[in-house]
């Protein structure tokens, strides 16, 4: 790339005078002298020519598309369409071939993109608002570097991107840091390339380039502005000094009557006539540089500035646009403080209330109501009165939007809640807006309180109020002084709105920690006839004679206001001693509680026989709509209570059932099997506390016995009706209670037949013997039916 002039030169300060000799403009005599560990970078093009490494000899052979020259002394970049633009690659050095055998360095190479080709016309930079406008050939890739904020920054840069064939000038257009100086140095190199020190640049030819031939000058620069914003300068020393927000891009200052002197950041003012309230001060811009007014381009400006003489300054963090109820506080000099009281006050040109002054340190600080602001700029100056016109102070700054609260309720042990519950207390958490800020929740009247526990905020809704709302905030800044850091500055809301509503907790429907009183009782008579409470969980007995004064009550007096509506299930199931429901008696009602009232009672009914066992159950419903859960698995574990109790009955039952044996054994002369058997059985058995009926029981009856024989050794023998008794065993089917309706039985029993006279007929021709009507018959039969009492 051939080195060209300049097109112009900047003003420029020390220090980048200081960076530009650091990095440049030093003969290659001089280079060559200074020690390779120094430079750790080696770079050219793609395609380019031997480059001579300075006073070193290399020690190994390159790689990745470098070559070494003959004389060891030189390396040639890879070849072009290599595809290696960026790759660094290292490489063995010394400072002589003998000390190859010893300790050797490292160099890195890094092959570049070929130099773009930048028409300078096309150069321009705006400064304020932060883009670097350029257009040549070959800029896809190409980077712009610039040095950082801070001299112990590094260097920034941007990269162009493709935007067309290289055949052709493109243009490119790169961000840069907002507020640049205007004389900032900017370096072009192509793509891949760095820049920095210890970096050396060569060119497609061979020829190492210094820093100044990299660094492109914008034909134009433009500036928003190089006046302050607040035409404003403070005499109330004897000199006034008036900041600049581009002093390198001032050529000559002139203030009229007064003597003004460029210096480093702004402009001193002396020698003021003392008569004089305002001074007209007019600057001309260094070449190439202009002031954007829209579409005109100017190189002088100017302004009338207010001499001030008494120093303010705005304390209170960048006012908000947009907010309620604005408010600034303005800290006056203690050298006119005394009069802070007496100043009239505009904001914007708007007159503007005074709130409240406050003196610490000698200093004034005055609290002013500004109200909305909507500009993005907020100047507030003060007048002896409102008839003086001469501002004796001023002060300005930038407006900034109106944070929005970012806030989260919750209820301790339920997490978080979207809603303002208005029968207990939600703790209530925002983020700060932003450094040494806050927001404070307010109360709304007829919506919801706010009070503070051990510097939690803790909200609660109005009773007797619903709808929605949004939150509440004040806008406080803590860098006030203490009588002012409590003032509200001003009031934002939340983007959304919350319900006003009760927060509905499950409530333990049994005894609780908080009461020993239960919120629902089951109470039935004892033996005595005074009322007893059935304990939940607990299997109880009530008297047969009390079984009609069993009752639910439910104490809606005992609910907590703060846990809200219950809504309950209320169930009631009462079974037989056989295991008979009866529907009479069963109670399914869904109900909800609200805190307060008189009890509500249910009476059991239907309660009829001995051993009805009475199964109370009572739940909450699982709505997640209405109760505020912990947890998922929380809804598996609502708050329930069961009760359960079984009426007394006799220890004896005496019934009789329908049986048929199947296959009788009669074990006596003459023994065999009775085929066919039907009869009607009394038994009595013992019953346990739940009437369930025992194994073994005394039988007495009347059987048909042998009604069918098919064959066998009482083939021929007569059917006969029996009067039977013994001993039995019954296993009930598909119950297991005295009301069971089926049963299996083993009988052993003594039997009288009713039957004509049978003699037994021998083999061996003698006469036979007749048979006794008393025999001794075993077998097992199947019994339907159950109708007797409990004795």
């Not at 440049?24 to 750790?40: C, F, I, K, N, Y």
């Not at 009070?451 to 929605?468: A, M, Y």
Request: net charge neutral.
């Amino acid at each position: 790339m051939p080195q060209r002039p300049p097109l112009f030169v900047l003003r420029a300060s020390p220090t980048w005078i200081t960076l530009l000799v650091t990095w440049s403009l030093l003969g290659d005599e001089v280079r060559a002298q200074a020690p390779v560990a120094q430079t750790t970078v080696v770079q050219a093009p793609i395609g380019g020519q031997l480059l001579l490494l300075p006073n070193r000899v290399v020690c190994g052979p390159a790689s990745e598309g470098w070559t070494v020259g003959e004389d060891s002394r030189s390396v040639r970049p890879p070849r072009a369409g290599s595809g290696r633009v960026g790759q660094p690659v290292t490489l063995q050095v010394a400072p002589a071939a003998s000390g190859c055998t010893g300790p050797q360095e490292t160099l890195t190479l890094v092959a570049t993109g070929a130099f773009p080709e930048v028409e300078p016309a096309s150069v321009l930079l705006a400064a304020d608002e932060g883009r670097l406008e350029l257009r040549g050939r070959g800029l896809a890739g190409a980077q712009v570097f610039w040095p950082g904020p801070n001299r112990d920054e590094r260097m920034e840069h941007e990269a162009c991107l493709d935007t067309g064939p290289s055949e052709t000038p493109q243009p490119c257009v790169l961000p840069v840091r907002r507020g640049v100086p205007a004389n900032v140095p900017l370096f072009l190199l192509p793509a891949g390339a760095r820049f920095g020190e210890g970096v050396l640049t060569f060119n497609a030819s061979g020829r190492r380039l210094e820093s100044s031939e990299l660094q492109l000058s914008p034909s134009r620069v433009l500036l928003s502005s190089v006046l302050p914003g607040v035409p404003a300068l403070d005499l109330s020393t004897g000199e006034g000094r008036l900041a600049l927000p581009h002093p390198e891009a001032i050529a000559s200052v002139d203030c009229g009557p007064a003597r003004c002197e460029l210096n480093e950041g702004g402009i001193s003012v002396r020698a003021v006539p003392g008569l004089v309230s305002s001074l007209g001060l007019r600057v001309r811009l260094v070449p190439r540089v202009f002031v954007s007014k829209g579409e005109a381009l100017e190189t002088t400006a100017s302004a009338v500035l207010q001499l001030l003489h008494c120093p303010v300054e705005l304390v209170s963090g960048p006012p908000l646009r947009s907010a309620e109820d604005m408010r600034v506080v303005v800290r006056v000099d203690p050298r006119c403080a005394a009069e802070a009281r007496s100043f009239y006050w505009r904001a914007n040109g708007e007159p503007v209330d005074v709130a409240q002054v406050v003196r610490e340190e000698e200093a004034a600080f005055v609290l002013l109501r500004v109200g909305r602001l909507g500009a993005d700029r907020l100047t507030l100056t003060a007048t002896r009165s409102e008839v003086d016109p001469t501002v004796i102070a001023t002060t300005a700054a930038d407006t900034v939007t109106a944070p929005y609260p970012r806030a989260s309720l919750q209820l301790p042990g339920f997490g978080k809640i979207d809603f303002i519950p208005t029968n207990r207390e939600a703790e209530l958490s925002v983020a700060s807006p932003g450094e040494r800020t806050r927001l404070v929740p307010l109360p709304v009247e007829g919506a919801y309180s706010v009070r503070t526990e051990q510097g939690r905020f803790r909200v609660r809704g109005d009773e007797n109020n619903s709808g929605f709302v949004p939150l509440r905030f004040g806008y406080r800044f803590e860098g006030l002084p203490q009588a002012l850091r409590a003032v509200d500055l001003a009031v934002v809301y939340e983007r959304t709105q919350r319900a006003l509503r009760e927060a509905s907790v499950p409530a333990p429907l049994g005894a609780s920690a908080e009461s020993e009183e239960p919120i629902i009782e089951f109470l039935c008579a004892d033996k005595e006839g005074n009322p007893q409470r059935i304990q939940p969980g607990k299997p109880a007995r009530i008297p047969f004679e009390a079984r009609d004064s069993c009752r639910i009550i439910i104490h809606r007096e005992r609910l907590r206001p703060e846990d809200g509506l219950q809504e309950i299930i209320l169930e009631v199931d009462v079974t037989t001693a056989g295991g008979t429901s009866r529907e009479a008696a069963r109670v399914n009602e869904r109900m909800v509680l609200q805190p307060g009232g008189e009890p509500r009672t249910f009476w059991l009914k239907n309660v009829l026989e001995q051993f009805d066992r009475i199964v109370v159950r009572v739940s909450h419903v699982v709505d997640e709509s209405r109760y505020l859960l912990a947890a998922p698995s929380s809804r598996a574990s609502l708050p329930s209570v069961q009760w359960s109790a079984t009426v007394e009955g006799s220890r004896l039952r005496l019934y009789a059932t329908a049986t048929i044996p199947s296959g009788l054994y009669r074990l006596n002369q003459p023994t065999g099997q009775l085929t066919l058997n039907f009869g009607l059985l009394s038994r009595l058995t013992l019953l346990d506390e739940q009437g369930k009926e025992g194994l073994f029981g005394l039988e007495l009856g009347l059987m048909g016995v042998g009604l069918v024989q098919t064959g066998g050794l009482l083939n021929d023998y007569p059917p006969t009706l029996a009067a039977v008794a013994g001993l039995g065993i019954r296993v009930p089917l598909g119950g297991g209670t005295a009301g069971g309706q089926a049963a299996l039985s083993i009988h052993v029993w003594g039997a009288y037949e009713f039957r004509e006279a049978y003699f037994t007929r021998p083999t061996d021709g003698t006469p036979g013997k007749e048979v006794g009507r008393w025999a001794l018959i075993f077998g097992p039969s199947i019994s339907l039916g159950n109708i007797g009492m409990n004795l």
